[in-house]
């Protein structure tokens, strides 16, 4: 019974988390990335991840999909112009559980154990950090500036999920 109670909170535990894709956002409130073009080489890119995803790789993400756009519309390298981040939840994740094992023995013989499995429901409390870049797509040689990103090495150098 103990066993079936522990595998049955790990089981529920994992299954409410929601791991983070590299991959199109249907709305503003999925994980994934969206962008809006501004001008004909400019854009607005970001990049939202969940607990799953340290603040770094987010920011990784969010430069990796500018990269793309920037190459698949005949640029080489790209200017960051304006960045924001946003984090919403609290990182403990929707689900919190515990399972508590106890034993005791009195005279003549008699024992009980027990088992208790707790669990508690925060929809909306996981952690989600969205960074949102604006971008410049340009081309030729690359200016030697500390926002200025060379779209291929970016790809090069930052893998997807």
Do not use: H, K
Not at 42 to 61: C, E, I, N, Y
Not at 108 to 132: I, K, Y
């Amino acid at each position: 019974m103990r066993r079936f109670a522990i595998l049955a909170a790990t089981a529920l535990l994992a299954a409410c988390a929601s791991p983070s894709v590299y991959a199109p956002a249907d709305n503003a409130r999925d994980l994934g990335y969206r962008e809006t073009r501004i001008e004909n080489n400019r854009w607005r890119v970001s990049f939202t991840g969940g607990s799953d995803l340290p603040s770094p790789r987010v920011a990784d993400l969010a430069l990796r999909r500018a990269a793309e756009l920037t190459l698949d519309n005949g640029y080489t390298w790209f200017r960051v112009v304006g960045d924001s981040r946003d984090q919403r939840g609290s990182g403990d994740g929707p689900v919190r559980g515990g399972v508590s094992v106890g034993q005791s023995f009195g005279s003549g013989g008699f024992r009980a154990s027990g088992v208790g499995v707790g669990l508690s429901f925060s929809p909306g409390s996981e952690r989600r950090e969205t960074v949102t870049l604006e971008v410049l797509g340009g081309a030729g040689p690359r200016p030697r500036q500390p926002n200025v990103y060379d779209s291929r090495d970016v790809l090069d150098n930052v893998p997807p999920l």
